[in-house]
C-alpha cells in the first residue's frame, strides 16, 4: 500500500496563475482533508470531504476549491494564486470522521507563489 | 472560535533531560490525539486519548488527557535525538462535530546530544 501520495511535491507559480494539487489514498478511506502548514500556525484545514461526492469548508477556505469526484482522490484548486498561498499543503484521510481515527498523512506538496 | 492553543513553541534540552509540551482548548474536547514531524517530514499519528484524566504511555512518551477535557500534555522521559521534532496536540470538539480536528501550533523539540 502506497497510503497518502501527493503530487506535485514542489511547485513555483506566479501570482495569477492556476494550479491543481492530487491527493490520492489507497486505504478505502471515506474522509479526505486538505491543510496548509505556516511556520508557527500548525496545520490549518482548508476543505474536507466525508464521502465521495460531498466537500464541506475547514477555517480557511477563502482562495482555494476542492473536488471529490472518486473516492480515492481528493482535488485542491487554486484558481488565481497569491503570496499569501505560499505554504506547504498536506492531504490527509482517515477511516471515518476524526473522532474515532487516526488521521493518514501524505509527503506534502511545497507551493512558493511569487 | 474554538482554539487550542499549544505551549511552548520551541525547547530546547541536552539529551538526557525530560521534556513536556501542554495544549489547552477553550472548549470541551471529547478527544485529542498527538502527532509528531520530523524535519521535513509530515505528521504521524503516536496517540489518541478519549477518557477525562486518561492517562498512556508509549515507552518514554506518557500522554494525559486533563479531567475537564480541555488540557493535554505530552512528557518525554530522557530524551534522545530520535526525539527531535514538531509535537502537535489536535483536538475535536464535543458539539457540532463536523468531522474537523483542531490542532495546536506545535512544540518543535530541540536535543543537543
Known amino acids: 500500500n502506497a497510503g497518502v501520495t501527493q503530487t506535485p511535491k514542489f511547485r513555483v507559480l506566479k501570482t495569477g496563475q492556476s494550479m491543481t494539487l492530487l491527493c490520492a489514498q489507497d486505504m478505502n478511506h471515506e474522509y479526505m482533508y486538505w491543510y496548509r502548514q505556516d511556520p508557527g500556525m500548525g496545520l490549518r484545514l482548508i476543505h474536507y470531504s466525508v464521502g465521495e461526492g460531498t466537500t464541506a469548508k475547514g477555517e480557511v477556505p477563502d482562495g482555494y476549491n476542492v473536488s471529490r469526484l472518486k473516492k480515492q482522490n481528493f482535488l485542491l484548486g487554486l484558481e488565481s494564486a497569491a503570496p499569501s498561498q505560499t505554504s506547504v499543503y498536506f492531504c490527509?484521510?482517515?477511516?471515518?470522521?476524526?473522532?474515532?481515527?487516526?488521521?493518514?498523512f501524505g509527503p506534502g506538496t511545497r507551493l512558493t507563489v511569487t | 472560535g474554538q482554539q487550542v492553543m499549544q505551549i511552548p513553541q520551541y525547547q530546547h534540552v541536552q539529551e538526557g533531560e525530560d521534556f513536556t509540551t501542554y495544549c489547552n482548548s477553550s472548549t470541551t474536547l471529547s478527544n485529542i490525539q498527538w502527532y509528531k514531524q520530523r524535519p521535513g517530514g509530515h505528521p504521524v499519528f503516536l496517540i489518541q486519548l478519549v477518557k477525562s484524566g486518561e492517562v498512556k504511555k508509549q515507552k518514554r512518551l506518557t500522554f494525559q488527557f486533563g479531567e475537564a477535557k480541555k488540557n493535554s500534555s505530552l512528557h518525554i522521559t530522557a530524551t534522545q535525538t530520535t526525539d527531535v521534532g514538531t509535537y502537535f496536540c489536535a483536538g475535536h470538539v464535543s458539539t457540532g462535530n463536523t468531522g474537523k480536528l483542531i490542532f495546536g501550533q506545535g512544540t518543535t523539540l530541540q536535543v543537543k546530544p
Open positions: 490527509a484521510s482517515s477511516l471515518a470522521g476524526p473522532k474515532s481515527y487516526e488521521q493518514y
